[in-house]
Every structure is written in structure tokens, then in C-alpha cells.
């Protein structure tokens, strides 16, 4: 079955810098646009970044765009985002998601949670 | 940036009795190939979302049929007709036509 399952969230202090990855199993990773998205503590869903099947393509929310940068090993099925000069307002639980516009399922893993905090 | 508005953020329904949320775009959301991508997600809590509908109308495999979605050019409603307890929930539209993507801020369905 599809997984997603995310790591390398943690406690960052302001201006430090973060690689979240996602490993990805159980489909064909390497034929699928990849999707970050994150959720700040009661808060809602805040689209950051998408990269295309084969990392030629990549796109950004304006809050991060500069400072964030998603990529992919399609060699190992993972994704990455790798994230700089945090702020506070960066803190959240990011998702790795296999969004997609069609009937195809969409699939999210569990999230990992970035704390930015001095 | 394409700018989703939800309406109500908060609604509190009676089991049995029918739901519906407004979702709103800034700009169009049809796209060059005809297809207007207008999703609709459900998150339970603690939950990570779960995709509900997409393409405007269109449920995603394993949805009851008491959630349908409609609507137009920058007018979209999710309506459940008959609410069950495990439709607690908050519901967020996303338009996949333009970059970047974007959600609405959410709506909380709660039981009276």
C-alpha cells in the first residue's frame, strides 16, 4: 500500500536551518508531482511548495519562496524540502502529500513537526 | 495569489439535518485544458486530511454519497445532506489551477 513518512522536524532557532525528507513506497514515486504542505498549531492548511515528477518544475508559496527549496532522489523515492533562515511563524507540521487534480487517490503521510523557537 | 473564502468558519449542525459550505475564488478557476480543480478536504482531529472531492463534483473512491460538491467559475458548495457524528470535522476548499496553490481558511462542522 502507499506510504509517506516524513522526518527531520525538530526545534530550530530562528534563522537556522531545516531538511525535512519523505520516504515514499508502494506506488511509482518517480511518475508523480510531490506537494509540502503545512498546518502552524490550530491553525489550517497552508499550501508551501510542489515539485514535478521529474524536479524540473518546482513552485512556491510567496511566504517561502527564497528561503525554501523542495528536491527529489527518484533513485531513493524521496522528497525533500529543504528549509533556511527560519522564522517563528514557520512552525507547523509539515505534510508530504501525492496531490494530485484528478481521480487518482490523494495520499498525505503523518507529518513532522518544525518548532522554531530561540 | 488566488484568494479561497469559506463561508461560514463555524457551523453547527443537528445530526440527520443537511450542511453546506460556500467556497469563493479570487480569480477563475477554470483552466487552459477546460477543467476547473476545485478540491474539497475533510480533516478529522488529529487527523491528517483526506481528500473528499475533486474537480468541482467529483468524490474520490470510498466517500459516502450524502457529500456532494458544486458550483462554477468562482462559486463552490460542499453540501452533506444527511450529517452523521463522523462528519466532525473541519473542511477546507483548494483550487489546483493556479500556482501556487491555495486553501481556504477552513470550516468547522460541530454537532448542536
Known amino acids: 500500500q502507499v506510504k509517506l513518512v516524513e522526518s527531520g522536524g525538530g526545534v530550530v532557532q530562528p534563522g537556522g536551518s531545516l531538511r525535512l525528507s519523505c520516504s515514499a513506497s508502494?506506488?511509482?514515486?518517480?511518475?508523480?508531482?510531490m506537494h509540502w504542505v503545512r498546518q502552524a498549531p490550530g491553525k489550517g492548511l497552508d499550501w508551501v511548495a510542489a515539485?514535478?515528477?521529474?524536479?524540473?518544475?518546482?513552485f512556491y508559496a510567496d511566504s517561502v519562496k527564497g528561503r525554501f527549496t523542495i528536491s527529489r532522489d527518484n533513485y531513493r523515492n524521496i522528497l525533500y524540502l529543504h528549509m533556511n533562515s527560519l522564522r517563528a511563524d514557520d512552525t507547523a507540521v509539515y505534510y508530504c502529500?501525492?496531490?494530485?487534480?484528478?481521480?487518482?487517490?490523494?495520499?498525505w503521510g503523518q507529518g513532522t513537526l518544525v518548532a522554531v523557537s530561540s | 495569489d488566488v484568494v479561497m473564502t469559506q463561508s461560514p468558519l463555524s457551523l453547527p449542525v443537528t445530526l440527520g439535518q443537511a450542511a453546506s459550505i460556500s467556497c469563493r475564488s479570487s480569480e477563475g478557476l477554470v483552466y487552459s485544458d477546460g477543467n476547473t480543480y476545485l478540491n474539497w478536504f475533510q480533516q478529522r482531529p488529529g487527523q491528517s486530511p483526506r481528500r473528499l472531492i475533486y474537480?468541482?463534483?467529483n468524490r474520490d473512491s470510498g466517500v459516502p454519497d450524502r457529500f456532494s460538491g458544486s458550483g462554477s467559475g468562482t462559486d463552490f458548495t460542499l453540501k452533506i445532506s444527511r450529517v452523521e457524528a463522523e462528519d466532525v470535522a473541519i473542511y477546507y476548499c483548494?483550487?489546483?489551477?493556479?500556482?501556487?496553490?491555495?486553501f481556504g481558511q477552513g470550516t468547522k462542522l460541530e454537532i448542536k
Open positions: 502529500t501525492r496531490l494530485t487534480n484528478w481521480e487518482e487517490a490523494v495520499y
Open positions: 474537480k468541482v463534483s
Open positions: 515539485t514535478s515528477f521529474d524536479g524540473s518544475d518546482k
Open positions: 508502494g506506488f511509482s514515486f518517480r511518475t508523480y508531482a
Open positions: 483548494m483550487q489546483g489551477t493556479h500556482w501556487p496553490r491555495t
